[in-house]
C-alpha cells in the first residue's frame, strides 16, 4: 500500500517563499510520475507542477519563474519551492505520485497541505 503526505504549508507574506514536501511511502515502490496540484477555495483543482523519471518539468503559466519542482527518488521525495508568492497562490497544494510497486501500477494523492499569502 502506498501513501503520500504533504507539508511545508503555512501562512506568508506576498513576494515570501516557502518549501512544500511531499513523501511517498510503501515497500517496493518504483516512482515515475509526481506533481503537485493546487485547489483554491471556490476553484477547481489545477496543475501547477509535474516532474517525470528523467527529470523533466512542465510548469503552468501562472508560476513559471517563481516555482521550481524537483525530486529525490532515494528518499521517496518531492518538493515544490516556492518563490515572489502572490496572494493568488492561495489554496490547498496536493501531491500526486505515480509508479509502479512490484507489478501493479499507482497514482495516490495526499490529504494536501494549506498555502496562504496574505498582508
Known amino acids: 500500500q502506498v501513501q503520500v503526505v504533504e507539508s511545508g504549508g503555512a501562512l506568508v507574506q506576498p513576494g515570501g517563499s516557502l518549501r512544500l514536501t511531499c513523501a511517498a511511502s510503501?515497500?517496493?515502490?518504483?516512482?515515475?510520475?509526481m506533481g503537485w496540484y493546487r485547489q483554491a477555495p471556490g476553484q477547481q483543482r489545477e496543475l501547477v507542477a509535474r516532474i517525470f523519471r528523467n527529470s523533466s518539468t512542465n510548469y503552468a503559466d501562472s508560476v513559471k519563474g517563481r516555482f521550481t519542482i524537483s525530486r529525490d527518488d532515494a528518499k521517496k521525495m518531492m518538493y515544490l519551492q516556492m518563490n515572489s508568492l502572490k496572494p493568488e497562490d492561495t489554496a490547498v497544494y496536493y501531491c500526486?505520485?505515480?509508479?509502479?510497486?512490484?507489478?501493479?501500477?499507482?497514482?495516490?494523492w495526499g490529504p494536501g497541505t494549506q498555502v496562504s499569502v496574505s498582508s
Open positions: 510503501g515497500s517496493a515502490i518504483a516512482l515515475t510520475h
Open positions: 500526486n505520485v505515480e509508479g509502479v510497486q512490484v507489478v501493479r501500477p499507482f497514482s495516490v
